[in-house]
Structure formats: C-alpha cells, structure tokens
C-alpha cells in the first residue's frame, strides 16, 4: 500500500506563558483510503510533533503548553 502524502493546510503562531513563540505546521492527509477518515497531524518548523489540545492550545514535545495568538490557512 502507498503512502498518503500530506499538505500544510495551517500555520499557526503559538505563544507560551514566558512569551516564547513558536510556529506550528498543521498538515492533512490530501488522499483517504476507503472507509478511513483522513488524518492530520502538527509539528514544529523542525519535525518535532506537536499535539493538539483543543480550544486553540497545542502541547509541545517538552510538555509546555501554548495558545495560538494568530493562524493562517495555506494554499
């Protein structure tokens, strides 16, 4: 079975309590197989994975907790 290749669908500027920002890369699965629901998944400009939390808040790979401040949808 192929792989699915992924699109940057959002990038989107994170600020953490000390006032660190981060850009966060969400990207969606351009292509489903069947019954599967399509995947996303974000991660850092570096690869690292990112984990979604909900309500505008993502969770960093050392477990930092920060909240979008500005986002955009890519092309």
């Not at 994170?14 to 660190?20: E, F, I, K, L, Y």
């Not at 699965?29 to 996303?40: A, K, L, V």
């Not at 974000?42 to 979604?52: E, Y």
Request: hydrophobic share 30%; aromatic share 8%; proline share 5%.
């Amino acid at each position: 079975m192929a792989n699915p290749s992924y699109k940057r669908v959002m990038e989107v500027v994170a600020a953490a309590p000390d006032g660190t920002t981060y850009r966060i890369d969400k990207y969606s699965q351009s292509q489903s197989n069947g019954n599967e629901h399509p995947s996303s998944f974000c991660c850092l400009q570096d690869g690292q994975r990112v984990a979604w939390c909900g309500d505008g808040q993502y969770r960093l790979p050392d477990g930092t907790i920060v909240a979008t401040v500005a986002s955009r949808l890519c092309d």
